[in-house]
Nanobody, 125 residues
Framework: QLQASGGGLVQTGDSLTLSCAPSTPTSRSSTMGWFRQAPGKEREFVAATRFYYGNTLYADSVKGRFTISRDNAKNTLYLQMNNLKPEDTAVYYC????????????????????WGQGTQVTVSS
């Protein structure tokens, strides 16, 4: 299971850091990511990281503002969100698959096996 936390109500330009802690240790072959879903919209990819290669991928809409990272010692995934905008308002979900996804599949929500319960991020204008 995945436990996501860190959401809240902030103003435009503020920062937030989301955390996601799997209940069991993740393997070196895992891929983890963040997705979000705004009201009335489909779930969309935000960012992902492949543990084996140590590389990351971002949606164009968050590139340069969001940073995905992992603390191996704490077995925790983070999403540092800076310069937040009202269009970032959504429920944010963390996701995990035990395999090393190919780059082109990291944005595919169907490629992930496990999902957190979601944490609400609301950015007021």
């Amino acid at each position: 299971q995945l436990q996501a936390s860190g959401g809240g109500l902030v103003q435009t330009g503020d920062s937030l850091t989301l955390s996601c802690a799997p209940s069991t240790p993740t393997s070196r072959s895992s891929t983890m990511g963040w997705f979000r879903q705004a009201p009335g919209k489909e779930r969309e990819f935000v960012a992902a990281t492949r543990f084996y290669y140590g590389n990351t991928l971002y949606a164009d809409s968050v590139k340069g503002r969001f940073t995905i990272s992992r603390d191996n010692a704490k077995n925790t995934l983070y999403l540092q969100m800076n310069n937040l905008k009202p269009e970032d308002t959504a429920v944010y979900y963390c996701a995990l698959t035990r395999s090393t996804l190919i780059l082109s599949n990291m944005e595919n929500s169907g490629a992930y096996e496990f999902w957190g319960q979601g944490t609400q991020v609301t950015v007021s204008s």
